[in-house]
T-cell receptor, first 121, second 111 residues
């Protein structure tokens, strides 16, 4: 069952270190989304990528966070110089199609991976 | 600011009853609506999607959409203890690339 894969499942970092989170989309999907879920809060969009392109990064913090989805390999969410407030569950989702232009229906069903739980000490 | 509102609960129903979960959204341009189930410590699992006004049934689940009222609901018939989870409402307006999520309603089905 080739669902969305994420690794590591749990990641512990000390303040100031870097965190790298990886996501492989579901087979046949070429659109990847990253979300963050803080304790007792809802899921918040961070970034949307296609192969070799960042399409929408409107939800990404301006500093320390970056994402990529290279031609080969998984999508990577990178957090530099982590702080305690970065502790959260980071989920990756994938979809087979992109949202269609405004005014038309969007069949943007997104399927989530198991998540990476980041703990910053 | 696009908002998706859900009653956080907890909502408790006895086993075998109908659980009714509600969601309102602020953006009239929204076109796609989804319900996800999230067990504690796990990832969201897509259980229903709905795009047109009216009802959509899938097994014990029925999603209802009323775009005029900006309201979407999920009914779970014959609730089971295994349905106990947090249910997330998500909305996409067709012009954005992401889903906007509510904070979820925690459902407990009492045996």
């Amino acid at each position: 069952n080739a669902g969305v894969m994420q690794n590591p499942r749990h990641l512990v970092r000390r303040r100031g270190q870097e965190a790298r989170l990886r996501c492989s989309p579901m087979k046949g999907h070429s659109h990847v989304y990253w979300y963050r879920q803080l304790p007792e809060e809802g899921l918040k969009f961070m970034v949307y990528l296609q192969k070799e392109n960042i399409i929408d990064e409107s939800g990404m913090p301006k500093e320390r966070f970056s994402a990529e989805f290279p031609k080969e390999g998984p999508s990577i969410l990178r957090i530099q110089q982590v702080v305690r407030g970065d502790s959260a569950a980071y989920f990756c989702a994938s979809s087979p199609v992109s949202p269609i232009a405004r005014g038309r229906k969007s069949y943007n069903e997104q399927f989530f991976g198991p998540g990476t739980r980041l703990t910053v000490l | 600011q696009k908002e998706v509102e859900q009653n956080s609960g907890p909502l408790s129903v006895p086993e075998g009853a109908i659980a009714s979960l509600n969601c309102t959204y602020s953006d009239r341009g929204s076109q796609s609506f989804f319900w996800y189930r999230q067990y504690s410590g796990k990832s969201p699992e897509l259980i229903m999607s709905i795009y047109s006004n009216g009802d959509k049934e899938d097994g014990r689940f029925t999603a209802q959409l009323n775009k005029a009222s900006q309201y979407v609901s999920l009914l779970i018939r014959d609730s089971q203890p295994s349905d106990s989870a947090t249910y997330l409402c998500a909305v996409n307006d067709g012009g954005a690339n992401n889903l906007f999520f509510g904070t979820g309603t925690r459902l407990t089905v009492i045996p």
